[in-house]
């Protein structure tokens, strides 16, 4: 039965390790906006749970004698997410209320601009694109970066699921 001080390890080992998890998105974030046609940023992103199984293993290694149990390890990749998020929308905040300039509604206009063209060489209604766009370049700062926020947190909870459980490890090896 896990105790109140495991739990207090738990979350501390999750902060620390929500900071590299965090740099990996914003590192990833910052070549997605500066170079968007580059695939790297894409794939910093797509390494976060090869990074997160690391830091779950590493966590298990060295605080916890090589043995985690499935849940421990759901609810230390959950925290991380958490707290990395909540880390990473503070980055997004000040990028997109000081820095960006428009640079990142541009880049989404031309990517909603090729989606729409796809559909229309499928013959498919278009009408809806533009007040879409519209709608989501009246969208402040804070409204982006909680919505980037929410979905970070909804893939942590399913994220967490296949890492917790190719981690967890019932006897010492």
């Known amino acids: 039965m896990p105790t109140a001080q495991d739990f207090i390890q738990l979350k501390a080992f999750a902060r620390q390790d929500a900071l590299v998890l965090g740099g990996l998105w914003m590192a990833s974030f910052a070549l997605v906006v500066m170079a968007p046609q580059s695939m790297m940023g894409t794939l910093l992103a797509l390494s976060t749970p090869v990074l997160l199984g690391w ?86 700062p804070s409204q982006w970066v909680f919505m980037l926020l929410m979905q970070n947190l909804f893939i942590g909870f399913v994220l967490g699921v296949p890492v917790a459980a190719v981690c967890a490890r019932k006897v010492k090896q």
Do not use: H, W
């Not at 916890?64 to 905040?93: E, K, M, P, T, W």
């Not at 499928?122 to 694109?129: C, D, K, R, V, Y």
């Open 55 to 140: 830091l779950l293993s590493r966590f298990r290694d060295v605080a916890l004698d090589g043995v985690i149990s499935f849940r421990r390890g759901y609810v230390y990749c959950v925290y991380c997410f958490l707290y990395a998020s909540l880390l990473f929308a503070v980055a997004q905040y000040v990028y997109f209320r000081f820095i960006d300039g428009g640079r990142f509604m541009q880049m989404l206009s031309e990517s909603v601009k090729l989606v729409e063209q796809a559909y229309q060489q499928n013959g498919l209604s278009t009408a809806e694109f533009q007040p879409m766009l519209e709608q989501m370049q009246s969208l402040p």
